[in-house]
């Protein structure tokens, strides 16, 4: 079993930055993939980066070049820099990673873009 906690969120004026971090307790060396989904009010949860095992990554087409997703060498941390975030950026931050065929989800963090 395979637990994520974040942290990192909060309330950042448009064009600012912040830094998601997720910690994998449990099993995490049995983790295939970590990444990060969001979901804003009204809307369904979509995804926004993602790490493999072997460090390719993926992102979402609009946070290209803005956010990069990265895991230390122990691969049971990832986090996710964001920058020149914008007020559509504004969401719960979920972590999620990939276990033995189990998806595993965080308790997610808020992150609120806005003057």
């Known amino acids: 079993q395979v637990q994520l906690v974040e942290s990192g969120g909060g309330l950042v004026q448009p064009g600012g930055s912040l830094r998601l971090s997720c910690a994998a307790s449990g099993s995490p060396f049995s983790i295939n993939w970590m990444g990060w989904y969001r979901q804003a009010p009204g809307k369904q949860r979509e995804f926004v980066a993602i790490i493999t095992s072997n460090s390719v990554t993926n992102y979402l087409d609009s946070v290209k070049g803005r956010f990069t997703i990265s895991r230390d060498g122990e691969k049971n941390t990832v986090w996710l820099q964001m920058n020149s975030l914008k007020p559509e950026d504004t969401a719960v931050y979920y972590c999620?990673?990939?276990?033995?065929?189990?998806?595993?989800w965080g308790q997610g963090t808020q992150v609120t873009v806005s003057s």
């Open positions: 999620s990673a990939l276990s033995r065929g189990q998806l595993h």
